[in-house]
C-alpha cells in the first residue's frame, strides 16, 4: 500500500466519522421534537458504513501481497424504526385523545456514548494518518541523507 492510499484511507475514516457525528447531533437537537413539518415525530437517525468502493481485478490480485481496501464511505442514513417514548401529558398541544404525547426515540445517554465513539475512532484515524505522515517525512530523509 501506498503512503497516500493510507493517508485516503485516513482521510475518508474522518469524514465518515464527521457524518455520523453530525446524525448524532441531529438526533440530540430534535430530542423533544415532537412534531415535524409533516406532523410527524421526529425519528432516530443512525449511519450505515461500508467499504468506499469494489476492488477492480488488479486490487483483488494484490490484495494478497497486503491490500486492505480504500477506505470507507457513508452508503446511508437510516431511521430507527423503534416506537417513541409515551408520556402522559394532556395540556401539550400535541397529546393524543388520552391525554399522551409521543416523544422521539432518541435516548440522550445512548447518543452521548456513539458521540464518544464517534470521537474516539476520528482521533484514531487522526492518530493513523499522522503516524503516516511522519513515516513519509522520514524516508525523505533517508532519501536526502546519501
Known sequence: MSVFGAMDMSATGMTAQQVRSDIIAQNLANVNTTRDANGNVYK?????????????????LSWAAGYTGKGVKVSEIVE?????????DPSHPDANEDGYVTYPNVNTVTEMTNMIDATRAYEANVTALNSTKGMA??????????
Request: hydrophobic share 35%; aromatic share 12%; no cysteine.
Open 44 to 60: 432516530r437517525k443512525t449511519v450505515v458504513f461500508e467499504e468506499k468502493s469494489f476492488p477492480t481485478f488488479q486490487e483483488s
Open 137 to 146: 517525512l522520514k524516508a525523505l530523509e533517508i532519501g536526502n541523507a546519501g
Open 80 to 88: 430507527d424504526p423503534s416506537e417513541g417514548n409515551m408520556v402522559y
